[in-house]
């Protein structure tokens, strides 16, 4: 850091006839340092951003003193309504963005224009770096909050003057962008009465944005729908022209809004630069009365799995904003954007106290019904197109939206309408509940689950082939979720939810496919239950118990859980989180039908030495561990034991 006074600073201040001790230069926070190189130097190309990202502070800033003046209204007192001011100087080459908002006292400017005081920076400017194309760097911006630095991509100095409401000191901050900036006192005088000054002086490339034409139609584009009107002032000495009416987007009825506006209010919203997958406007009349805008974001924010991420949301009463992080959705909801206008909630109400009151309660629940409503509506649309809508935000979200049916029980069924899943006989993400009860088989009564974290191994597991034999479908569950709600859901329409990879299959009363062969199933032969009693006594601890599977045709072995506990794959997730004490002793099953069963408890029977079948126990063992993605239980037996048996057959 250094203190050194700034050259800049000093006329600026011998113009203010201020202190000059007082001026300081400081160093960027390192990140933002870096932050401004990559942003100026590679990856940000579409730079009309920057006006977006100004107008969108200034509104802020506005709404923020809006806010405050509810419980001091001296605070706005005397001035004129809240309102943006564009003003173009073609002949300087400058832009300022003025606003009469809530302004920076001296810390306020350090903090929010010299350091990213955001968690999760480290992981955006990681992202950011890595980012593969313009397009999704340019997305993470807005995402973050890092707009302001955006204007140093079309300006080589940017000066901002601003003095906090209520206060009586002013501030003069000012930078090339370039690793430091100079904070200087501005005098009364020349400081704004309330509010921010941004000056942008534009760079030798950026000249164009002088024009008032040009700023007009980014404004119109990317700003239309900001909650305080925005003036224009087309050249020094120009009267102010109303560009944007400022009214509320939300409160305007349906009909009044083009699809491109609500595209465009959603960006703000959001920070995403796509278009929504869903828009959900309404007015909720009766016992509570508030507007709802809520936007399904048309893809994936990159931090929808981070725990720490805070829902984008709205909270405005009678429009006054009054939270941006108040909860309203459940966490399972998280991906949707929304502004919330409340006519009922006290406008004095804290913040603190908006979760405790029953009327904010009523909204949330209200809120949450209509989107999974909506979402509803649109899965079972017939209308062209819906399908694939409805299909793209399963993919994106379907996965947050199954949190719902363990954290939700109230709304599980509701949601198992909307859940679609991939299946043995159906591998596309498709197949409802509904589809897969009116394909049951004859004598089914379960819905049969296979959970994992692979869905291409899932496919292709041994622990189906039994159920391929016979028809029956089976659920193919590859999202971490999953494992968890399908062991706390009791059910779908009476049918209880059944892991393929625990307890007893129970599948030999559902008739076998036609040209289907299965010997599996058939009680085994003495020999072979003598064979399996000796696995047992070599595998000692290691397994519960050896028995004859009903699940498998072609393959040799595979590994179940206990029929009560936790599945393979629930078992693995707790362990790995640390939340399971003990695992339970998996099932080895194997298949009793095999020609190598077969032939090995002959073998059992005749030999006197039972060495290779002791190792041919563990590399059964072995081989169905390995089918489900663990290693060996002892690498180095293992390799000993392969190395044996193939000395045998063809040394
Ligand atoms: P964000 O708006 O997401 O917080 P920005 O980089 O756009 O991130 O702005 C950083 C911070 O600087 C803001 O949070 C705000 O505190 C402050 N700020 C920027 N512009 C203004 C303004 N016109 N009036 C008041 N504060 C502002
Ligand atoms: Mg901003």
Known sequence: MTTDVHPNANEAEAAAGADQSAAKTQ???ADVARLLQLMVHSVYSDRDIFVRELVSNAADACEKLRYESLARPDLSEGGA????TIAVDPDAKTLTFSDNGVGMSRGDLAEGLGTIAKSGTRAFLDRLSAAESEKEGANLIGQFGIGFYSAFMVADQVVVETRRAGSNE????????????????LSLEAAPQRGSKVVLHLNDSSHEYAEAYRLERIVREHSGAVAVPIDLIEKPGAEPRRIADGAALWAKSKSEVKPEEYAEFYRGLSGQFDEPALTIHYRAEGRHEYTVLAFVPGSRPFDLFDPARKGRNKLYVRRVLISQDTEVLPGWLRFVRLVVDSADLPLNVSREMIQESPVFAAIKKGVANRIVQEL???ADSQEDGDKEKFAKIWENFGAVIKEGLYEDPERRDALFKLARFATSTHPKVERTLADYVKDLRENQTAIFYLT?????RLETSPQLEGFRAR??????LSDPV????????????????????????DIKTIPLVEGAKSTAGEAPSAEVATLFAFFKQTLGEEIGEVRASDRLTDSLACLVAPEFGPDRQLEKMLAAHGRLGTRAKPILEVNAGHPLVVSLAKRYKEQSDKSLIEDAAWLVFDEARLMEGETPVDAQAFAGRLRRLMEKALA
């Open 482 to 505: 999953d494992a968890f709600w399908v062991s706390t859901a009791a059910g779908y329409e009476g049918k209880p939810f059944k892991s393929v990879t625990q307890g007893a299959a």
């Open 27 to 29: 160093s960027f926070e």
């Open 81 to 84: 309504p809240f309102a943006i």
């Open 376 to 378: 509803t509506k649109l």
């Open 471 to 476: 028809g029956v479908e089976v659920l193919l």
């Open 452 to 456: 994992g974290d692979d869905s291409k």
């Open 170 to 185: 002013a501030w003069r901050w000012s930078s090339d962008g370039k690793g430091a900036y100079t904070i200087a006192p």
